[in-house]
């Protein structure tokens, strides 16, 4: 059974730091697209970040130059290093993966920032 495990969420000030990770186990063969998505209560789930396989990245213009995307392939984990954060960054952040051609997702990780 795959599972995305989500962590690195937490309370931070407006123009702090948070990192997210998101750890993919199970019987794993492939891993294509990594993303991170965000959804905050009363709205659509938007796409934060995208990394694919070879290393190409897309961001959500709200994100651009302040969030940034890797993974470690040999580890099956994607990483979210959020600097700058807003207060409008609020939001429950899911990681997602297509893994053996199938789309998972984690549980959430709640990110709150505030003063």
């Known amino acids: 059974q795959v599972q995305l495990v989500e962590s690195g969420g937490g309370l931070v000030q407006p123009g702090g730091s948070l990192r997210l990770s998101c750890a993919a186990s199970g019987s794993i063969f492939s891993i294509n697209a990594m993303g991170w998505y965000r959804q905050a209560p009363g709205k659509e789930r938007e796409l934060v970040a995208a990394i694919t396989s070879g290393g190409s990245t897309k961001y959500a213009d709200s994100v651009k130059g302040r969030f940034t995307i890797s993974r470690d392939n040999a580890k099956n984990t994607v990483y979210l290093q959020m600097n700058s954060l807003k207060p409008e960054d609020t939001n429950i952040y899911y990681c997602?993966?297509?893994?053996?051609?199938?789309?998972?997702w984690g549980k959430g990780t709640l990110v709150t920032v505030s003063s």
């Open positions: 997602n993966a297509a893994i053996n051609t199938i789309n998972y």
